[in-house]
């Protein structure tokens, strides 16, 4: 099962390289001609297409391109001809460590939120909790992030709202600079984080096997720790990840707000530029992140679930 | 129409405040000539004048009025992540349905396509074609109808497989009857709740992805009035203490927490539960 | 046995139990309450076992939870006491029905394959309740699982305990669940329709097993079920409800010999529907005959191997089998819906396409089908003028004011209203009436055959009743011939003209009626044959004293 799961997460990194190295593909005329223009005369376009690389057939491409990337070569960019490696990397490691800040407030806020939630269900606080995390879903990144911004820097002064960096900041300065981006992601995550913990926990607190143990005569307490939760892993890790992914991705626009030099803010800035080559390979990059988180919370299902732990 | 109104009159309060958001934000868009007092890409007066006066909510970083600006917003945002919701929902609920109804190797391919496109979150999906294909607004709303409609197909085959095993779809299928017929007489009409939740929950989505990609200046294109737009190009304000540029951000919010206060609402009606995915 | 009359058994059973006295419950629905018990007194003994019985809709279920004090989700107890053995659960605070719970009265659910946690091991699960109740300690409750485990009959006693709910048979789990509800020695178990999801063979296994213990402990038992015969076996006593009130209350065997009430007379009899002989119309050939068909899902295992049957024109054919015996594959295969890896179908001597796509609009009209569940066979948003009208257009070209009169005739037949029922949709009509939709669905098309499939089983005995006796009526009426899949032999008794029955895709016998169900019997036919709960009391031990001197 796991050996299964794992072959067919590289088979769907492989198709999402493919799908990205061909998408480049369908410009029309292709990426010399479109960077030099109209004006460029065929004899610069075809010296210009040898020293990309564009002459060669596009499966041969593709292979150098992909075994490129797999070595740490990902190219130059087109904008300021530097490699794109070295582009990437330091963004790569800055977006890694707001969303790793945020992931750590809000996983265990969340889990604990969620659970209070489905175990009061219907009660008061879960009727307010509905209605404060709806409303936190519905609103975009931004808007969280500018009133977080009017009152905690604005108005208090507390906090900074840019959390430019460089390599003199320290670990303690760091964090400070990136508490307003990590408190925005947070707020959206745990609203969509602790629905979804609550709709699973009262999924299985209605199983008919929860029933029997209260008919046993079982404290409510070991209900919960030694009935549910054993069979709660599944959906609860499937929770976590979904959420971690969309972390991932839900940094683009909090480091667009905070101007923070992630590799979000690197993607929108190339996009802006047409600087292919580096869309493509930061687009690789957040991909090859969600396709293994999302392959994680497959196999921890696989490896918490008791049928397949006790075969027949 | 009546049982309309009585449930609605029984309806939880979120869920009438969330009526009126809608119907609200509907007669805005509609009446968007009517109601503002300037033209949409109309230059009336300096940058970033003050709220009161000649401008109700003063002017922007070009001088143009920014109630003006609001009342096109809604016109632009909403009509475009409306028609982008329609078109993903057509594609992806018949390819579901098809799936779902045909099985077999159609339903493999079409799932497979689905699995791959969606493992590619899709902002950043987006984002590579956008830069491709160049930005404009008709670009965006197919990159962002097909990245969504494999969401719809997901929703719509799993309602729909739910539905086909059913003796009465084996029954129409043992009378003779075609796919078509079984997809629309059969299928359709039992799987309409959770698709009309489903409509509503994408639009939330799709309204949210199109504002966000206009505040990254990759959206809805100036001198389109748009509010993802307004905000970027206000923000500056913002640190000087001034919330117009929450304006539109918070005219964003209102609409999509209104249509979830809805969605929610038909959900705990039609089936008690609310789905989280 | 006891003699004495209704609410008694004082003089052979110890002091009172359980008492319940106006007990009133609610239940929500469409976020309305509505009460669907309406003031039940009841009585208990220890040592006593009281049989709940009842058609879907009677409270019994929600009566047989009330008295450990519990109500499910969406239920409230709103008046009246329930007082065990002193204590009134209506009142007393949680932690003492907590501790109550497992401990004096234990449960035992309908379906113990969810009803387990399937994170642990069935050995743990037994010993919880002894061990969180400070009654035993875990090697003592294990030792006392092994013991149980060996008089339930459960196969390796020492070990099976170690396994995984998943990992064991239903029949075995249902017995390991009362197992587990033995573990303090209650003085009082309430089974809730413990052996209505086991095929026949295996529910005679539960039962004996079931009285075994309990009358080794003496415990009082409240035996939930729909089906008279069953609690004739088990109860001291019964009580019959319907709608939530209390029809008749009495000892077992005065009841099955001496009902009192209409209602229960009709549930007594409800397996005494015989058919006439049918019309025979000589020389002619079969109407369906099927030789030598093999089939499997996805080229898997063989689910049909080599099996041939025959239908004759205007009679009824049983096919007869438990779960997994391959009689739904048999009707998939002569539909269509799977075509067979190898043999053939003849409809009227002509070999029909195996697959469904490749016959012609009439060879699909000549063939129906009726389904188990009336409320999935029809789609539940179509009105029943579209429902019925859909054939009739479909394979008959029947259109406008030819079409309305049809509909309305069919519904005539059918004994449903016109005027009444023809624009409902399905949700606005009661079980039964569904499933005579279901039937005018399938004349609609004047079908020659029509395969019905388990079409009474969900049904409550006395509309399955109905149901059966208007079928042969239109068999009667119309010649149409019926292939009856089910597993409930006394359908088969009822309406069959000839048998074939099934096992492990295989037909071990087949032929008419009278021969088959009369002896001598193959060895499988006898098995089912004898397993089948008959109303008199003595019928379980006569049972198995009877495969005890064979065995």
């Given at each position: 099962m796991v050996a299964q799961r794992l072959v067919l997460g590289l088979l769907l990194i492989i198709a999402v390289s493919l799908i990205l190295f061909l998408s480049v593909e369908l410009l029309p005329?292709?990426?010399?001609?479109?960077?030099?223009?109209?004006?460029?005369?065929?004899?610069?376009?075809?010296?210009?297409?040898?020293?990309?690389?564009?002459?060669?057939?596009?499966?041969?491409?593709?292979?150098?391109?992909?075994?490129?990337?797999?070595?740490?070569?990902?190219?130059?960019?087109?904008?300021?001809?530097?490699?794109?490696?070295?582009?990437?990397?330091?963004?790569?490691?800055?977006?890694?460590?707001?969303?790793?800040?945020?992931?750590?407030?809000?996983?265990?806020?969340?889990?604990?939120?969620?659970?209070?939630?489905?175990?009061?269900?219907?009660?008061?606080?879960?009727?307010?909790?509905?209605?404060?995390?709806?409303?936190?879903?519905?609103?975009?990144?931004?808007?969280?992030?500018?009133?977080?911004?009017?009152?905690?820097s604005v108005k208090f002064g507390w906090l900074p709202s840019i959390a430019n960096l460089g390599d003199e900041h320290g670990f303690a300065e760091r964090v400070y600079r990136l508490t307003l981006p990590a408190v925005t992601l947070t707020l959206v995550v745990v609203a969509h984080m602790m629905r979804m913990t609550r709709a699973a926990i009262i999924n299985l607190l209605a199983s008919p096997y929860i029933e029997m143990a209260s008919l046993k005569g079982i404290s409510k307490t070991r209900i919960i720790v030694h009935h549910a939760l054993p069979n709660a892993w599944a959906p609860i890790i499937n929770v976590i990840v979904i959420n971690l992914a969309y972390l991932i991705v839900g940094v683009v626009v909090v480091e667009f707000v905070f101007v923070y030099p992630g590799l979000g803010q690197l993607m929108v800035d190339s996009v802006s530029k047409r600087d292919l080559p580096v869309v493509q390979a930061s687009g690789m990059v957040f991909a090859g992140v969600y396709i293994l988180l999302n392959l994680s919370a497959d196999v921890a299902a696989i490896l918490t679930n008791p049928r397949l732990l006790h075969p027949k | 129409m009546q049982r309309v109104f009585k449930s609605l009159a029984e309806a939880p309060l979120t869920a009438k405040f969330g009526v009126t958001v809608v119907l609200v934000y509907t007669a805005v868009a509609l009446l968007a000539p009517v109601l503002a007092p300037y033209g949409e890409t109309e230059i009336v007066g300096d940058s970033y004048e003050v709220w009161g006066g000649t401008y109700v909510l003063g002017t922007d970083n070009l001088g143009r009025d920014m109630l003006t600006r609001l009342i096109y917003g809604a016109r632009n945002t909403i009509g475009i992540a409306f028609l982008t919701t329609t078109l993903c929902f057509l594609l992806g609920s018949v390819t579901g349905f098809l799936a779902a109804t045909v099985g077999g190797w159609v339903d493999q391919v079409l799932s497979r396509v689905v699995d791959v496109l969606m493992s590619i979150p899709s902002l950043i999906f987006a984002l590579v074609l956008l830069t491709i294909f160049g930005l404009s607004i008709i670009n965006m709303v197919l990159v962002i109808a097909v990245l969504d409609a494999t969401r719809v197909y997901r929703l719509s085959r799993a309602v729909a497989q739910g539905i086909v095993v059913m003796d009465y779809v084996e029954a129409a299928r043992l009378r003779g009857e075609g796919l078509w017929w079984i997809m629309r007489r059969e299928v359709l009409p039992n799987a309409m709740p959770p698709l009309v939740a489903e409509f509503g929950l994408r639009f939330v989505f799709v309204f949210l992805f199109i504002s966000a990609l206009s505040f990254l200046g990759l959206g809805i294109q100036p001198p389109t009035a748009d509010w993802g737009s307004m905000v970027r190009d206000n923000a500056t304000l913002i640190t000087y203490g001034d919330i117009t540029p929450l304006l539109p951000a918070a005219a964003i919010a209102l609409l999509t927490v209104g249509v979830n206060f809805v969605v929610d609402w038909f959900l705990h009606k039609t089936s008690g539960l609310r789905d989280e995915h | 046995m006891s003699t004495s009359n209704n609410g008694g058994g004082d003089s052979q059973f110890g002091d009172l139990l359980v008492e319940m006295r106006g007990l009133r419950i609610e239940g929500q629905a469409d976020e309305q309450w509505h009460e669907i018990v309406h003031g039940i007194d009841l009585k208990l003994h220890r040592g006593e076992v009281l049989g709940l019985i009842g058609e879907s809709g009677a409270g019994k279920s929600t009566i047989g939870l009330a008295a450990m004090g519990f109500a499910r989700p969406g239920c409230r107890i709103t008046g009246g006491e329930i007082i065990f053995d002193g204590i009134d659960l209506t009142t007393t605070d949680e932690d003492t029905k907590r501790k109550l719970r497992g401990a004096r009265i234990s449960y035992v659910a309908q379906s113990a394959a969810a009803a387990f946690n399937p994170a642990h091991k069935l050995i743990d699960q037994y010993s919880e309740a002894p061990v969180q109740h400070g009654i035993l300690s875990n090697a003592e409750a294990e030792r006392d699982a092994k013991d149980l485990y060996a008089r339930l009959q459960l196969p390796d006693p020492d070990t099976i305990g170690y396994r995984y709910p998943h990992q064991v048979s239903g029949g075995q789990l249902q017995r390991a669940m009362t197992a587990m509800a033995m573990a303090c020695k209650p003085d009082l178990i309430v089974f809730d329709e413990p052996t209505t999801a086991l095929d026949v063979t295996t529910q005679i296994e539960v039962l004996a097993a079931i009285r075994d213990v309990v009358r080794q402990f003496n415990t009082a038992a409240i035996y939930i079920t729909h089906d008279l015969a069953v609690v004739a076996q088990m109860a001291d006593r019964i009580m019959v409800l319907r709608h939530g009130n209390l029809v008749e209350e009495g000892n077992t065997r005065e009841m099955v010999a001496n009902p009192q009430e209409q209602y229960t007379s009709e549930l007594l009899a409800v397996r005494s529907f015989q058919k006439d002989h049918p019309v025979e119309v000589p020389g002619q050939r079969p109407l369906l005959e099927v030789e030598g068909v093999t089939a499997s899902y996805g080229g898997g295992v063989k689910v049909l191997e080599d099996v041939g049957i025959e239908i004759r024109r205007g009679h009824t054919v049983a096919v007869v089998g438990e779960s997994g015996s391959g009689k739904s594959t048999l009707a998939r295969v002569i539909t269509g819906l799977l075509p067979p890896m190898q043999g053939v179908i003849k409809f009227d001597g002509v070999e029909v396409p195996g697959a469904l796509p490749q016959r012609s609009r009439d060879q699909l009209r000549r063939l129906q089908m009726i389904y188990q569940m009336p409320d999935t066979a029809m789609n539940p948003k179509q009105r029943i003028r579209d429902i019925i009208g859909r054939p009739l257009e479909f394979y008959l070209g029947k259109t406008g004011a030819e079409k309305e009169e049809r509909i309305r005739e069919l519904l005539n037949l059918i004994e449903m209203d016109p005027d009444t029922y023809i624009d409902r949709i399905p949700g606005e009509l009661s079980g039964g009436q569904k499933q005579r939709i279901c039937i005018a669905r399938a004349l609609a098309a004047e079908p020659d055959l029509i395969i019905c499939d388990e079409v009474t089983s969900a049904l409550d005995q006395l509309v399955a009743e109905e149901i059966l006796k208007l079928l042969q009526r239109l068999q009667n009426e119309l010649h149409v011939s019926y292939m009856f899949i089910t597993h409930d032999l006394a359908t088969v008794r009822a309406i069959a003209d000839d048998v074939v029955v099934m096992l492990q895709g295989r037909v071990v016998e087949a032929g008419e009626k009278n021969v088959v169900m009369s002896p001598p019997h193959h060895e499988y036919t006898e098995l089912l044959l004898s397993s089948v709960p008959e109303m008199d009391p003595d019928w379980l031990d006569r049972l198995l004293a009877a495969r005890g001197a064979a065995s």
């Open positions: 005329g292709d990426l010399a001609e479109e960077i030099l223009g109209q004006g460029a005369t065929p004899e610069t376009v075809a010296a210009f297409r040898r020293e990309l690389g564009l002459d060669l057939p596009p499966h041969e491409r593709y292979i150098n391109w992909l075994f490129g990337m797999l070595q740490g070569d990902m190219g130059t960019s087109l904008a300021n001809k530097r490699p794109i490696a070295e582009l990437v990397g330091a963004r790569f490691g800055n977006t890694l460590f707001l969303a790793t800040y945020a992931a750590v407030i809000a996983v265990p806020l969340a889990l604990t939120l969620g659970v209070l939630a489905a175990l009061y269900r219907n009660g008061i606080y879960d009727r307010i909790v509905n209605i404060v995390t709806l409303t936190s879903i519905s609103s975009p990144e931004f808007f969280v992030a500018y009133i977080l911004i009017l009152f905690f | - | -």
